[in-house]
């Protein structure tokens, strides 16, 4: 890997987090001149630019070393250091940042009989998260079968390909639209400032440094 001296920080490129993780960042007194594809912002002021991706590739991007830190969904970060982060350098979730709350729940068909973990026994759980939702199933001593879906999982058990779901829910309109209703609580996820566990020893690390204490100077003054 090619060494850089600029710090390199990942956010998502389009998305529910990519306006306030930018309106934070500027608060930290960072600004940017964007890229005309739009994949890329150059810091102006301070030696640290952006690379606009798809959050699920962010964790990915740190651990190989393409960007120090990214600001990421809890969600997205625990679904890695379970699944595809095992082999690699573990990644710290350095800062809550305070915005981007949501939930990763189960839901079931509204006249589903729902107790407990327990009442999903054997039934087809369609999910997103199959790390998340795997290890809260095992810590349940509960066997499903996990059905991994990219992408529009609250349909799944209107398209008879699973009894009930795993996916995050934030103001809920996406289950009532779907007949779907919310049983359990796997994780409060919240966007994170992501980083590799060691940071780097060179003006980078002195750089996140900086950024940490603006950071909680920033995050302090809005709570
Ligand atoms: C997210 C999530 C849910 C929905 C929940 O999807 O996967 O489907 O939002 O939000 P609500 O409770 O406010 O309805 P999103 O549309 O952000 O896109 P994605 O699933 O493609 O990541
Ligand atoms: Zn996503
Ligand atoms: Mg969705």
Same mark, same amino acid.
């Given at each position: 890997m090619?060494?850089r ?6 956010m ?5 987090? @990519? /306006?306030?993780?930018?309106d ?6 960072? @600004?940017f001149?964007?890229?005309r594809?739009?994949? &890329?912002? &150059?810091?102006e002021?301070e ?6 991706v798809?959050d699920?590739?962010?964790p990915?991007?740190i651990e190989?070393g393409?960007?120090?830190? +990214?600001?990421v ?6 679904e &890695?250091?379970? @699944?595809? +982060?095992?082999d ?10 305070g &915005?981007?709350r949501?939930?990763?729940s189960?839901a079931?068909p509204q /006249?589903?009989?729902? *107790? #407990?973990a ?5 039934q087809r759980?369609a999910t #997103?998260?199959? +790390?998340?939702?795997g290890?809260?199933l095992?810590?349940?001593g509960?066997?499903?079968?996990v059905?991994?879906l990219a992408?529009?999982?609250e ?10 779901i795993?996916?995050l829910?934030?103001?809920?309109? @996406?289950?009532v639209?779907n007949?779907?209703? /919310?049983?359990d609580?796997?994780? /409060?996820?919240e966007?994170v400032?992501?980083g ?5 020893t060179? *003006?980078? +690390?002195?750089?996140?440094e900086?950024l ?5 100077g920033?995050?302090q003054v809005s *709570?």
């Open positions: 090619k060494t001296d600029r710090l390199r920080i990942a998502q490129k389009s998305g529910r987090l @990519t /306006e306030p993780a930018l934070l960042l500027k608060r930290c007194g960072l @600004t001149r964007q890229s594809d739009k994949l &890329f912002c &150059f810091g002021g030696p640290v630019d952006l690379l606009l798809r699920d590739d962010i990915g991007l190989q393409v960007c120090d830190l +990214g600001i969904g809890r969600n997205v970060l625990d &890695f250091s379970l @699944t595809a +982060g095992i690699g350098a573990p990644l710290k979730e350095w800062r809550p940042l &915005f981007g949501c939930r990763l189960v079931v /006249e589903m009989a729902y *107790e #407990s327990t009442s999903l026994a054997g759980i #997103s998260y199959p +790390g998340l939702l290890r809260w095992r810590d349940a509960v066997d499903a079968q059905v991994t992408g529009s999982v349909i799944a058990p209107k398209l008879g390909t699973a009894d009930a795993c996916d829910v934030q103001s809920g309109g @996406t289950l639209a007949q779907l209703r /919310e049983v609580v796997l994780l /409060e996820s966007a400032l992501a590799p566990e060691a940071l780097p060179d *003006e980078r +690390g002195d750089m996140i900086l940490l204490k603006r950071l909680d920033v995050i *709570e």
